[in-house]
């Protein structure tokens, strides 16, 4: 008899341990994630590779959905919203640009598709997810592209403007590339740090391209001597040796120079792009993740808790 109950005993310990840790086998191949950092953009008004001019940061924030579809690949689908800006004066005098007095500030929306791929597996249950995990990826978005500039104390959208007689589109292709690194939490979170630089197939997300205005200062003038459009003689030269004692572009020296006024690089086949440095979290949405992570279930109560 004693020999029974010990069997039972036994059997009964071993399926209740089985089954305390039965929520764990699954795999969970959906998560959800948000994350938070600066943003450092690199054009006409920044170069990092040249010269030495420090870091101008902004910042960015993204929520995304994550998808496991193989033994260490990852696909991810992101919305972020990414605010980045350029000045001169922080640049290096032997970049030449400070006179020139431009800036730019942009506040741009972003949906990217991505792929990442892991150095340890993650097509695997929660509770196996390795310690660490880095991992590459590549992928390709849109972004908006707007500059923006103040002239008079107000903001003032420069890409209707067309200060380089040039459109450009409000919508450019993104492609994000990068490094991150994941840090489990627990069964259920992450924290995640990661690197993405976009790389972009446009020259004008500070509004910025021509070496100088030689081509167009004349359309420029035109619209200033005749009100058709002053603004934009206003903001595409805002050198000081081409001001009057008021602040106010001067034609005579304008034209006297020919257009020969810096604007940009002058470098071709340049593209501008930015880079964002983020911390975030990653929740691995479990089907018990309510009950046994969020809440833990008693006789008449749940109770809040973190682990």
Do not use: C
């Not at 081409?242 to 020919?258: C, Q, S, T, Y």
């Not at 018990?288 to 973190?306: A, G, L, P, Q, V």
Request: glycine share 6%; hydrophobic share 35%.
């Amino acid at each position: 008899m004693k020999k029974l109950i010990f069997i039972f005993l036994f059997f009964a310990t071993a399926s209740a341990y089985s089954q305390s840790f039965y929520r764990y086998r699954f795999e969970e191949p959906w998560s959800i994630s948000a994350s938070i950092g600066p943003t450092q953009y690199f054009g006409e008004l920044y170069s990092f590779w040249k010269y030495n001019e420090g870091v101008q940061p902004d910042w960015n924030a993204n929520f995304a959905f994550h998808y496991t579809f193989g033994t260490h690949l990852r696909a991810r689908g992101e919305f972020s919203y990414v605010k980045m800006s350029g000045q001169d004066p922080p640049s290096d005098p032997r970049a030449y640009r400070t006179p020139r007095n431009l800036d730019f500030r942009a506040q741009n929306w972003e949906l990217t598709g991505i792929v990442e791929y892991y150095l340890y597996p993650v097509k695997t249950p929660n509770i196996n997810r390795p310690l660490w995990n880095p991992y590459v990826f590549v992928g390709l978005g849109m972004s908006t592209n707007n500059p923006e500039t103040q002239l008079d104390g107000n903001w003032v959208d420069l890409r209707p403007l067309q200060l380089e007689n040039n459109p450009y589109e409000r919508y450019i292709v993104v492609i994000p590339t990068g490094l991150g690194l994941k840090y489990k939490l627990n069964v259920y979170m992450d924290l995640t740090f990661e690197g993405n630089y976009r790389w972009t197939f446009t020259d004008y997300m500070d509004d910025i391209s021509a070496y100088n205005v030689s081509e167009f200062y004349l359309d420029l003038v035109d619209d200033y001597v005749t009100g058709n459009n002053p603004d934009r003689l206003r903001l595409a030269i805002r050198n000081p040796n081409f001001m009057d004692d008021n602040g106010l572009p001067d034609v005579d020296k304008i034209l006297r120079n020919n257009g020969r006024i810096r604007r940009g690089s002058g470098l071709t086949h340049r593209f501008d792009g930015y880079m964002t440095v983020n911390l975030g979290l990653e929740i691995h949405l479990s089907r018990d993740i309510f009950d046994n992570w969020i809440f833990r279930n008693r006789i008449n109560e749940k109770r809040f808790r973190f682990w």
